[in-house]
């Protein structure tokens, strides 16, 4: 039985709890969080133990859950890596390059498992079109969110663009050329608004655009490759799939289209099935497995450390020098 300890409990921590409970061969111990209301609310809805001191919970767990705002995550992933504990910590990895370079070395040094919470790699929209090649030449994102004061403690980019910035990474299988960057702050002190075009030396492009004070949602990236166009709808839960028509395709949608050659070609479009799923919970469960099976967490601390270089990058290029101290 894995001992879980919980630190922070508001919003998103509570999700955390809730999914924890459903995972079999894990025991949440208790949680930590300083704000009274909210641990006295938790400790009548879930009936856990309340832990007033950091290193006491920690003791009494095998993982140590961090879902605490992101300038919080450097001294709790370091103090629970220290006591060789494995991590599960929420998205971004942490505030600082220089932090997120010292939590990547001690996780090595400690032998412990950690997983960073990308949790859009466990979308089911995204897990429906994993079986098809990627291979993009082009890529482009749209992030837009209402405003909502949480997460704002950090930009825009390291709020919501940071999501996509894993995922393009895990795509394309190549290194990082050239960043162009403009963001704007409306209603905090750092970008709330940004346009990134990231250029890769494989010749891929990817072009993303995040708000969080949008009066709509909307979460999609889009694919376009020399053989496909592939589509995902994280916040439907939809994805797309258009190519040309292989001999083994089936329960797919065809036309023909006329070459410039004079020949036609037949043209597939199919809605791969999306799976009923939970993202935490299944981003949970996959950290669970990685502990017990001893393998590689999908999300590890090197992506996790990925995704914020190339962000801090882009804050860079966008003269936000402060978040790069």
Request: charged share 25%; glycine share 6%.
């Amino acid at each position: 039985m894995l001992k879980v300890g919980v630190f922070g409990v508001g919003h998103l921590g509570k999700f955390h709890l809730n999914n924890w409970k459903e995972i079999e061969g894990v025991k949440i111990v208790g949680f930590f969080d300083p704000h009274n209301e909210t641990a006295k609310q938790v400790v009548a809805d879930y009936g856990l133990k309340r832990f007033s001191d950091e290193e006491k919970l920690m003791d009494a767990c095998d993982i140590v859950d961090i879902v605490v705002p992101t300038n919080e995550h450097y001294s709790l992933c370091m103090q629970a890596i220290r006591k060789g504990k494995h991590v599960f910590v929420e998205k971004p990895l942490a505030f600082s390059m220089s932090e997120a370079k010292d939590i990547v070395a001690m996780v090595k040094e400690a032998g412990i498992k950690m997983q960073v919470g990308h949790v859009e790699r466990f979308n089911p929209a995204f897990l429906a079109i994993q079986h098809h090649h990627h291979n993009p030449m082009f890529i482009e994102v749209h992030r837009l969110a209402q405003f909502n004061p949480r997460g704002t403690e950090v930009s825009v980019i390291l709020d919501l663009m940071i999501h996509d910035l894993d995922i393009i990474l895990s795509i394309v299988k190549s290194s990082v050329k050239s960043i162009s960057a403009s963001g704007v702050a409306v209603l905090t002190d750092t970008p709330d608004i940004a346009n990134v075009r990231i250029e890769f030396n494989n010749g891929c492009v990817a072009n993303l655009t995040s708000s969080r004070i949008s009066m709509k949602k909307m979460r999609k990236m889009r694919l376009f490759q020399k053989d496909s166009y592939i589509g995902v709808d994280f916040l439907n839960k939809k994805a797309e799939v258009i190519k040309i028509k292989q001999p083994n395709d089936k329960d797919v949608f065809t036309f023909d289209v006329e070459t410039p050659d004079g020949n036609k070609k037949e043209i597939a479009v199919a809605n791969p099935t999306v799976k009923d799923g939970n993202a935490i919970l299944l981003e949970l469960q996959s950290f669970v497995d990685s502990i017990k099976n001893n393998t590689k967490p999908v999300v590890n601390e090197e992506d996790g450390y990925a995704a914020m270089e190339v962000a801090h990058q882009i804050l860079a290029k966008m003269g936000n020098v402060k978040a790069l101290s």
